[in-house]
């Protein structure tokens, strides 16, 4: 299968797409004025809208990676994963305290899936 790359830029392409995988940049809020709960929303919707252009969902996770500036603000994140994620379809996660690249945004997710 060859590879297949999405939104590249100088530094970083948003996706790639190989051998029946799905990886995803780390995915930030477009707007980082938000609180936690909305960053995540932004977050999440753009993971759907990348993977819907691969051709999968998040049924098909196969990793989540989340970095979270405030593990004070870990509930939060949760509670609008947990309204997010498919019930049944959970997949592995780890959720680590960060400083991310801007000190505006809360949260960034890494996500690898699988195509169907």
Known sequence: MTLQRFD??????EMA???GVCYLAGQVAPDASQDIAGQTRQVLA??????ARAGTDKS???MVQIYIA???EFPAMNAVWEG???S???PPRATVQAALAKPEWKVEMVV???LP
């Open 8 to 13: 590249v830029g100088p530094r970083l392409s």
């Open 17 to 19: 797409v190989h051998n």
């Open 84 to 86: 997010w994620v498919v």
């Open 88 to 90: 049944g379809h959970t």
């Open 46 to 51: 753009a993971i759907d809208g990348l993977l």
């Open 60 to 62: 098909r996770l196969l």
């Open 112 to 114: 690898t899936a699988a």
């Open 70 to 72: 405030d593990l004070a």
